[in-house]
């Protein structure tokens, strides 16, 4: 990602390591947390990369609804979070 | 090759030619397992690793990064039919790490259940695991550690906030092994994980088809693949 890009991770309590780097029209998540199916975890960074981090959980919530995604050891909210400190 | 055997395995199970299957495992050389989602980079030393011959490996499963001493730990899967662990994840790794629990307590070491897919000594982590639902098959590995060599568990990066969140100042204050409890043989742990998995009845837990060597053959050569390794 380069230049410009920012980064925030959190240790959600109870659940798992998860971080965020944000950075020329991209997003990505890295950590010990658990997608199922694991191969939905592109799409929903593309998604996390095309919305404004307001009311964003539950944008991903429903994103995560429509698309049968689990998450196992975070949450939207803590997507939603993390998204609000990466983007500028 | 070892996670390429429980993928040729459960794609076996999808494809009703492989039966429901427990494999008890070591890794030789050593390795570091990553889970799917994580940066190698970022969890891993990884020139320590190269300089030492020990692989790196990006599992398909989630969770942690995992050092594998060829000596030091037992990985086991876990690999049947969805519908016998039920749609609930959570209440599934409950159940398969109680059944390692109870192994645990063959050899006389209590243990406990810490959510949401750890087991621990005294507080510290004797046995981890990461589950993945693909085609209707249930596929679950997870490790038990049997000794510890702080300079190897060194090759793993853990993140300042994870160590901090258990009050930890590395991996050592996060782990634990069964020869801190006692003596055991491998074999000794063997049977106490036989005997723990009982109850998941009726399952092959030996022995690999010509088909199944035949295609994890050609999955390992993805998982040996970099642009897999460090495509985060």
Redesign the interface.
């Known amino acids: 990602m380069g230049e410009g890009v920012r980064r925030a991770?959190?240790?959600v309590?109870?659940?798992?390591?998860v971080?965020m780097t944000a950075g020329g029209g991209k997003v990505?998540?890295?950590?010990?947390?658990?997608?199922?199916?694991?191969d939905s975890?592109p799409g929903l960074e593309a998604f996390l990369a095309s919305i404004h981090s307001d009311d964003a959980a539950s944008a991903i919530a429903a994103y995560a609804e429509r698309n049968g995604i689990?998450m196992?050891?975070l949450g939207p909210e803590d997507i939603a979070a993390l998204l609000a400190e990466v983007q500028p | 090759m070892n996670m390429a055997i429980d993928e040729a395995v459960a794609e076996g199970l999808r494809d009703g030619v492989s039966p429901p299957t427990v494999r008890f495992y070591s890794w030789s050389p050593g390795a570091v397992s990553i889970?799917?989602?994580?940066?190698a980079r970022?969890e891993v030393d990884v020139d320590t690793c190269a300089r030492l011959g020990v692989d790196v490996i990006r599992r398909?499963?989630?969770?942690?990064?995992v050092y594998h001493d060829p000596d030091g730990e037992i990985t086991y899967s876990v690999i049947a039919p969805e519908a016998t662990f039920g749609n609930d994840?959570?209440t599934s790794y409950r159940l398969i790490c109680g059944y390692i629990i109870d192994a645990l307590g063959h050899l006389g070491i209590p243990s406990e259940f810490r959510?949401?897919n750890d087991i621990t000594v005294g507080g510290k982590k004797i046995s981890g695991s990461?589950?993945?639902?693909?085609g209707g098959v249930f596929l679950q590995h997870g490790t038990l550690l049997l000794s510890f060599d702080a300079e190897r568990m060194s090759l793993l990066r853990p993140?300042p906030?994870?160590l901090?969140?258990r009050s930890a100042r590395g991996v050592e204050d996060l782990l634990t092994s069964v020869r801190s409890y006692r003596s055991a043989s491998r074999d000794e742990v063997l049977d106490a994980l036989r005997k723990g998995l009982r109850p998941l009845g009726e399952m092959r837990d030996a022995g690999l088809t010509i088909e199944e060597r035949a295609r994890a053959n050609e999955l390992a050569l993805s998982y040996d693949d970099d642009a897999w390794t460090f495509f985060?």
């Open positions: 991770e959190r240790k309590p109870g659940g798992k390591l971080q990505r998540l890295t950590g010990d947390f658990f997608l199922h199916p694991e975890l689990r196992i050891g | 889970g799917c989602f994580q940066s970022e398909r499963t989630g969770g942690g990064a994840i959570h959510p949401i990461a589950q993945t639902r693909r993140s906030a994870k901090s969140a985060r």
